[in-house]
């Protein structure tokens, strides 16, 4: 009702210019009988807002009267996580920038490939200032073609990013005194910041009453303030949990249930404390990355610069100081990219750059190279890999070493990477830091405790016959990448990435014919033909699969989107929810040793769990909002649901045989 107070600041509207721009935007083609998306372009001029579907205590949402070809359907509008405004004691649920609400719309079935279908609507808003409002309206209108034809709209991308992600487990209300208590399932990992809690049923609590958080481990207690003429207790709660003032949130639909008071209060400003135990995490989880199979590829490189660290103590410190800048400093060149892209708009998690084709070609073409000269093919012309060891050298080693070792996240480093993704620009880079010193604390130690350099055996002839034993693993990992290019990429792709390894090899094996006879010119010519690889690999053909496309395996496994975990939720069944990518190799040990069996099959089958794979090979912005939602920063990620409703439960990211057949019996 207090919607009315605003009416009384009205203004008339006139024929002008409207104080917020809108117009409707199609984001491409669709098939016959295909979902695509629209989106309101909202654009307030300064000093202006717009409102949430829930304006608060003053204010009005859209009105939508769409005009649509017969058999075309437009679903709810999407809105992005409001901002809060305070007013003379009236809270507001406000937008004071540009912004996207988001409607599908699913085309008509019968619709002819190449026909244009003319969309309209009758649109309504309300555009205030602190101190007056103004109803605007206008008929938007956009056309959709049917079939192949449209360009997608790329900012679609960016406006997705800021809705808020599902939060995929059931929330809970209790209805105590005056107060509406609210249960939240969110893993503690998940870092809060000026949280806020926008209710999208009207009339329930106070929207302008202090709202208070508690953590009881991975649930987020809130208490809000009911409203003075609050209804009888609604049968469900709709709401949008805002995480941080970065406009990161997640939606919840909360059932009533029992929700008990109390715990750590959270939301005000970040302690140390917090800091210092993420800061922990990130260093434990980047020690422990050194034994877990995504950091393999770069193992022989490692063992060759710690067999020569034994050579002289001011040359292993300096190699050891010097492997150590490389790893941090590539940790934080990929977290700051990562930072600076979700800034953006951009969703994408940890090991993003393994989700793009042309970084898995260079990849390849990096792993063909280093393969070829720990064979002998060739010497690097300055101090490598695994020539005569260099701080440059070490360097270099140190930069693959974090570029091979992103993938995966294991124990520890998960909860500080997902934390990562919500704290401040400054303390979300030394988490990264800190995941790098980890990294490179083993070869660190090697290089400035004696003791330890002395366990090493001599440098020796033996040297020339491990570097070339270390050929192996090195030339396994390009294979491997030739078929993560088909994966990611399509067969055509490989086979032309695979071609230009060839041809590298060629160049290289030259290259070290010329350095065997000391003739000079080498330079050059690998200079030339490194630079006709780099532009054709530009025009490198690519076959990206579709988010969510079904793989087949020993589950019967249903590809994740938040519309199949709220089916399954929905059915009262156990959901087993198992993310992965094929460039992440602790992802495939899991998958072999404990989730595609007979038993666990067996097991599923019997208890009647529904199982939902999320293929994070390739960017899909759903999976990366339900990576957010709960607090993981990257793959792989197991989520447990139980039958009924149960809490969610977050299994470790190193699996055992026997761990999910437990969670059915």
Known sequence: MLQLLALAAF??????????????????????????????????????????????????????????????????????VPETLLIAGLMNHVYE??????VPLTLPANAAPGQRLPIAVDASWLACTDEICVPEQGRLTTTVTVGPGAARDARFDGWRAALPAPLGSNASFAWAGGKVRIGIPLP?????????????????????????????????????????????????????????????????????GPVAAGGDPVGGEASTAPLAMLLLAALAGGMLLNIMPCVFPILSLKALSLARAGESEAQARAEGLAYTAGIVLACLALGGLMLALRAAGQEVGWAFQLQEPLVVAALLLVAVAITANLTGLYEFAVPGFASAGSPQGAFATGLLAAFAATPCTGPFMAAAMGAALLLPTLPALLLFAALGLGLALPFLAIAFVPALRRMLPRPGAWMVWFRRAMAVPMGLTALALVWLASRVAGSAFAFSAALLGFLLVCALVLLGRRQRHGLGGGKPVLAGLLAIIGIAALGLPTVVREPGAATAGLLPAQPFSPDALARARASGKPVFAWFTADWCLTCKVNEQVAIEREDTRAAFDRAGVVVLRGDWTRRDPAITRYLAAQGAAGVPLYVWYPAGGGAPQQLPQVLTPAMLTELVK
């Open 188 to 256: 503690a990992a998940v870092r809060l910041d000026r949280p806020h809690v926008f209710l999208s049923d009207d009339r329930v609590v106070d929207y302008a009453a202090p709202q208070a958080f508690f953590r009881q481990g991975d649930l987020l207690v809130v208490e809000l303030a009911r409203a003075r003429f609050a209804p009888a207790q609604p049968p469900a709660l709709n709401a949008v949990l805002r995480l941080n003032g970065a406009g990161d949130g997640v939606t919840l639909v909360a059932a009533p």
């Open 11 to 80: 203004t008339p509207a006139h024929a002008r210019e409207p104080n917020i721009i809108a117009s409707l935007v199609a984001e491409g083609s669709g098939q016959p009988g295909e979902t695509i998306t629209l989106a309101f372009l909202m654009q307030p001029k300064p000093g202006w807002h717009g409102y949430w579907q829930n304006p608060g205590d003053a204010g009005l949402g859209m009105g939508l009267e769409w005009t649509l070809p017969t058999g075309a359907k437009a679903g709810a509008p999407q809105y992005p």
């Open 97 to 102: 920038h540009d912004y996207a609400v988001l």
